[in-house]
């Protein structure tokens, strides 16, 4: 792959850092690019109280000089507020896994008799540097006219009704909501059944939607396995905490379809090829076909819960109810720019290997030409095969 990047850090840790590599050269990048999308994260009904403590800023350790990254590793790191109030504190063990968390099995993977290790590290908190390299991503994509963006569509089953809008129009009206619905009234109702949810100290999941607009053909590829975008996509998707199932355009209704109602027509048009639809989701075989890319991606309720839940404490062996650890009530609104931001990394990494070149301005002639592939470029020529005997 172009692009790789390493989080590290824990919840409650001192810091939270990043390392990009493989980023071109040449991208105007400043802690202010950045900036944006982490305020965004930490915003939201159904925020849980550490969201009043922290600020998050990331800090441009390397791999960019006057403004302009070099093509050297990036590091970014994010100070974690917190990290003051927990600092050579005796913090009692923890030994009442959550179901639905990583603290039991990673208890007995790695032979913790405490969990908070694996609390600290499976904590969503860390999704804070995931984001911070996702808007990375997002500002390479800039230039090539890409843009990623996202919006809830259901939260404890109250689903917006986006009949008649497009993306564009569902971008910017989440945008002015308090829990990135594009419709009002399901928005109220979402915000109503957190409220609810909080005072019966349950939690809420929900179904974001994900968008990517200007996407060329040909990111990815058919011919291996882990080339393919749609499961670059998912597997992107998947890697974020309580993110459990991933459809590409209309994945799970196209089911109940036939064959020839649930796939994109072909037609010609003046410029090239068109298409009577999305419900592929833009990717053909592995390969994006110039449509909108889009993706849903459902989020369970999250197990931290106030309400108690059965389990056994690993110390006596006994039932017991789990124990509350500070957490959202929903999180799906501020994960909404997680997303974005893992999506943003695996089309800028699918773009870069569509590309090739280390720097913006040796990609960005190499773009404009793949931009200007006509209907000629890609007629076929109708000659018959030589098979292998």
């Known amino acids: 792959m172009a692009l790789r990047y390493l989080t590290a850090g824990e919840s409650h840790g001192p810091a939270l850092t990043a390392i990009l590599e493989g980023m071109a050269a040449g991208l105007p990048l400043t802690e202010e690019t950045i900036a944006e999308d982490l305020a965004r994260r930490q915003t939201g009904t159904g925020s849980g109280d550490r969201m009043a403590i922290e600020r998050d800023h990331a800090a441009l350790l390397s791999g960019v000089m006057e403004g302009l990254t070099t093509g050297a590793p990036i590091t970014l790191q994010l100070m974690n507020r917190d990290h003051a109030n927990w600092k ?100 109220s109702r979402i915000i109503a059944s957190i409220e609810q949810a909080k005072s019966q100290g349950e939690t809420l999941g929900g179904i974001i939607d994900i968008v990517v607009e200007g996407v060329p053909v040909g990111l990815g590829s058919h011919v291996n396995w882990d080339r393919r975008l749609d499961a670059r996509l998912a597997q992107a998707a998947l890697g974020v905490p309580a993110i459990k199932g991933v459809e590409i355009g209309n994945a799970f209704s196209n089911t109940g379809k036939q064959g020839t109602q649930a796939h994109d027509a072909i037609l010609q048009g003046s410029s090239g090829f068109e298409r009577r639809g999305d419900a592929c989701g833009g990717i053909e075989g592995g390969i994006s076909n110039g449509q909108p890319v889009w993706l849903r991606a459902a989020m369970k309720p999250i197990p931290t819960t106030r309400k108690g839940q059965d389990t056994v404490d690993l110390t006596t062996g006994k039932p017991c109810l789990t124990y509350y650890e500070r957490s959202d009530v929903c999180p799906v609104p501020r994960a909404v720019v997680v997303l974005e931001a893992v999506v943003a990394v695996a089309i800028a990494d699918a773009l870069m290997e569509k590309l090739g070149g280390d720097s913006i301005a040796e990609m960005k002639p190499r773009f404009d030409t793949l931009r200007r592939a006509t209907l000629d ?13």
């Open 88 to 187: 050579g504190k005796a913090v009692p063990a923890y030994t009442t896994p959550r179901p639905g968390h990583a603290d039991l099995a990673a208890a007995v993977k790695y032979g913790y008799t405490d969990i908070r290790p694996s609390l600290e590290r499976a904590s969503a908190r860390e999704t804070a540097a995931r984001v911070a390299v996702g808007a990375v991503c997002r500002a390479f994509l800039k230039p090539f006219g890409i843009t990623v963006d996202g919006y809830v569509s259901s939260i404890n089953g109250h689903a917006a009704c986006l009949e008649g809008m497009t993306f564009r129009d569902r971008v910017a009206r989440a945008r002015r909501s308090e829990v990135q619905c594009p419709d009002p009234e399901a928005a």
């Open 377 to 389: 470029d890609t007629r076929m020529s109708g000659q018959p095969h030589t098979f292998w005997p």
